[in-house]
């Protein structure tokens, strides 16, 4: 089936005067078709649609909302191999990595699908009426979580199926209830297609509301301020640039009833190798440290872009083996030419103040992000802490520090961060006790032995940090905790059972966890 690079408004495909391609990052060629670029009068269409349709799909029963989002999975599994082979053509991302890529997408369809009937995202909590107390009665107290109402996603660059049309912040929002109006990323709106036919496919067969889903492209950032600054708009998600999520914070601050947005933004995910981990395998963690810090061209939100280390007989031998790593690294293609011109500007960034230590092989085409690893001492760092800055790409800065004290103080310079790392054997326990409560204040996600790159979605997981890794620290954009970004409680006092929301009545509320007077009760149906 042929693409068409028209826009999906509800169940409706629309084109527009004006339009854009895609380009294959591996050439530089413009790829067919030419895709509809919208503007005002559909931003205003898809909002009144996701806005007529927030009452009735809200309202749905979860098991509706369950059935809806398994759906669009099946419909996606269907596409087969063309729609990986198109997200290859826009990305350069292998075949192989889109293929996990893709089943990741289908997971969280279905990881929030269970989450719908399990039923704890409810919140239910019942108060009963003290009608005797003294010296005041207490009426009767009800509380549950409701959808915020509709919700614009960005669609980000680096997953071209797991955090874009269908990704993990989509799966939320619908599963909370809010029907949703995805920006597609520009780079990759022929993928955007693909999965689009698979979610209006999955909407029809449902019987959903026809505004619950609109996809609208373009390569203007107007249109990205267009949606954030409609009233009908009630929370944005994004994922991208830190200069993107500010404007997009900027704006949705500025308007004349704020909305929250929840961006992803950047992050260095420092890694603290402590010296009893070197002494035990330095060479091991120098190869693993590259490994992940190249992983995807170093294009993920969690690739480690800044290693801290004291002064160790090991760290000579890391350095070694890393140098030796970083020098065997092939370059590939980068996501995009203007994702590939914001690396080299970093690279020259990092070459003003640190010393190179090793670079991949040269580039065998355009757009290819070459390896590169740099060292500082830790004071240097310390008086430019510019040269920690996110590189996104697969180039690292080694901080070599005098003892502890540096190590904390180059930790409590740093900003917010997605993740951070502690590579440490039994010998580094007093060390790592003393480094825990900074990294805890400085980070969403805090790993041992392991690496950032591999982001589990699962219950636990938490994808997000202190600001500016994300623009709010409180939330998650990856696990079943995203849903609570699009859903508000509420409270109804004193109300007669018959006008109670249903999961709210006496019958109903005894299947669901819930607390009642303040004890947690697992509910029936669980």
Not at 114 to 142: C, I, N, Q
Not at 483 to 496: A, K, M, V
Request: glycine letters at 10%; one cysteine or more.
């Amino acid at each position: 089936m042929a693409l068409c690079g028209e826009l999906f408004i509800g169940l409706k495909r629309q084109a527009t005067d004006s339009s854009f391609h895609a380009i294959d990052p591996a050439s530089g060629r413009a790829l067919a078709p030419a895709f509809s670029a919208a503007g005002a009068a559909e931003v205003d269409t898809a909002c009144a649609l996701a806005r007529s349709a927030l009452e009735p799909y809200r309202a749905m029963p979860p098991e509706r909302r369950a059935g809806f989002l398994e759906c669009i999975a099946k419909h996606i599994l269907e596409q087969g191999e063309p729609l990986l082979q198109r997200a290859h053509e826009e990305t350069a991302l292998p075949l192989a990595r889109l293929a996990a890529e893709r089943a990741r997408t289908v997971g969280q369809l279905r990881l929030f699908a269970a989450e719908l009937r399990a039923r704890d995202w409810l919140g239910l909590r019942a108060d009963p009426a003290l009608p005797r107390r003294e010296p005041v009665s207490r009426p009767d107290l009800r509380q549950r979580r409701i959808a915020l109402g509709p919700v614009a996603v960005f669609g980000a660059s680096n997953f071209p199926l797991a955090f874009s049309v269908a990704g993990g912040d989509s799966a939320a929002a619908l599963a909370a209830g809010c029907p949703i109006i995805v920006k597609g990323h520009p780079a990759h709106p022929g993928t955007g297609e693909w999965v689009a036919r698979a979610i209006v496919a999955a909407a029809v067969e449902t019987a959903m509301p026809e505004g619950v889903f609109s996809l609208l492209n373009g390569p203007d950032t107007a249109l990205g301020a267009a949606l954030v600054t409609d009233p009908r708009i009630r929370a944005v998600a994004f994922t991208g640039s830190r200069s993107g999520g500010l404007a997009l914070m900027k704006a949705a601050a500025a308007r004349p009833e704020p909305i929250p947005v929840f961006a992803e933004m950047s992050s260095v995910n420092p890694v603290i190798v402590l010296p009893g981990a070197l002494a035990a395998r330095a060479a091991e963690l120098g190869r693993e440290f590259v490994a992940s810090l190249t992983l995807g061209v170093g294009q993920f939100c969690t690739n480690p872009g800044l290693l801290l280390a004291m002064e160790h007989a090991g760290l000579g031998q890391f350095i070694e083996a890393a140098r030796a790593a970083i020098t065997a690294v092939t370059p590939a293609v980068m996501l995009t030419p203007g994702i590939h011109q914001h690396y080299l500007r970093a690279l020259e960034r990092l070459a003003a103040g640190a010393r190179l230590l090793a670079r991949g092989a040269d580039p065998g085409g355009p757009n290819c992000g070459r390896a590169a690893l740099y060292s500082v001492a830790a004071q240097s760092l310390l008086e430019n802490p510019w040269l920690a800055e996110e590189a996104f790409g697969p180039a690292a800065l080694i901080v070599r520090c005098a003892g502890l004290e540096e190590v904390l103080a180059v930790v409590q310079t740093l900003p917010g961060q997605l993740t951070a790392t502690l590579q440490m054997a039994g010998s580094d326990l007093p060390l790592a006790r003393s480094l825990l409560p900074a990294l805890e204040h400085k980070a969403g996600r805090l790993i041992v032995n392991g690496w950032p790159t591999g982001v589990e979605v699962c219950h636990a997981m938490v994808h997000g940090g202190p600001f500016p890794a994300t623009s709010d620290g409180r939330s998650t954009s990856v696990g079943t905790l995203a849903i609570e970004r699009f859903l508000r409680p509420l409270c109804y006092q004193g109300f007669p059972e018959e006008l109670l929301p249903a999961e709210l009545r006496d019958a109903e509320l005894a299947r669901s966890p819930h607390r009642f007077d303040g004890r947690q009760l697992a509910g029936e149906a669980s």
